[in-house]
T-cell receptor, first 113, second 113 residues
Framework: ETGVTQSPTHLIKTRGQQVTLRCSSQ?????VSWYQQALGQGPQFIFQ???????GRGNFPPRFSGLQFPNYSSELNVNALELDDSALYLC????????????FGPGTRLTVT | GNSVTQMEGPVTLSEEAFLTINCTYT??????LFWYVQYPGEGLQLLLK?????DKGSNKGFEATYRKETTSFHLEKGSVQVSDSAVYFC????????????FGQGTRLTINP
């Protein structure tokens, strides 16, 4: 059974650019949640996708958007990058829209300069 | 929404020492409570949970008891090992009944041989 995988591992972008981060959910899991973890802080909930529909959103602006595909993998897109977007972005998968995320991916480290 | 305050780190202990990491929460009702662990280079994993008052969650020698009187969920282990070195996060649902989580800022634990 494969775990949650994320790509890329890290990347560097310039302020104002756009970025796409990817997540493959654990086998059998149909729900993907995204979190932002700033340095030295706990993860903050961005949004969740269940069966290809957004299923809840945290306090993040609309320039943070996402997609979930029929195979339950997911993308996080961030437009008009700001310096404060520099963080570790974590993806978690679970089974069912109300299920607790038990395993997270290793994350994508985004640096905005 | 709900919130959590976690003991600040870093914490450094010798092998076989007793560990306590404090966690207190503010919440509506009596939500489930969780501890996650992030080992170096890995994603977060659910370590243990408690779903109602006075419940004790346990796993890998770690324990935490849901104390509604003190709104606390402190993590304890009687004898830590070098392999326990990691970052520990206390968490609870963002709002009652939701599986979107709010995390504490994390406590980095280092165990020296």
């Amino acid at each position: 059974e494969t775990g949650v995988t994320q790509s890329p591992t890290h990347l560097i972008k310039t302020r104002g650019q756009q970025v796409t981060l990817r997540c493959s959910s654990q086998s059998g899991h149909n729900t993907v949640s995204w979190y932002q973890q700033a340095l030295g802080q706990g993860p903050q909930f961005i949004f969740q996708y269940y069966r290809e529909e957004e299923n809840g959103r945290g306090n993040f602006p609309p320039r943070f958007s996402g997609l979930q595909f029929p195979n339950y993998s997911s993308e996080l897109n961030v437009n008009a990058l700001e310096l404060d977007d520099s963080a570790l972005y974590l993806c978690a998968s679970s089974r069912g829209g109300g299920a607790l995320p038990t395993h997270f991916g290793p994350g994508t480290r985004l640096t905005v300069t | 929404g709900n919130s959590v305050t976690q003991m600040e780190g870093p914490v450094t202990l010798s092998e076989e020492a007793f560990l306590t990491i404090n966690c207190t929460y503010t919440a509506t009702g009596y939500p489930s409570l969780f501890w996650y662990v992030q080992y170096p280079g890995e994603g977060l994993q659910l370590l243990l949970k408690a779903t109602k008052a006075d419940d004790k969650g346990s796993n890998k020698g770690f324990e935490a008891t849901y104390r509604k009187e003190t709104t606390s969920f402190h993590l304890e282990k009687g004898s830590v090992q070098v392999s326990d070195s990691a970052v520990y996060f206390c968490a609870l649902p963002l709002i009652q009944g939701a599986q979107k989580l709010v995390f504490g800022q994390g406590t980095r634990l280092t165990i020296n041989p």
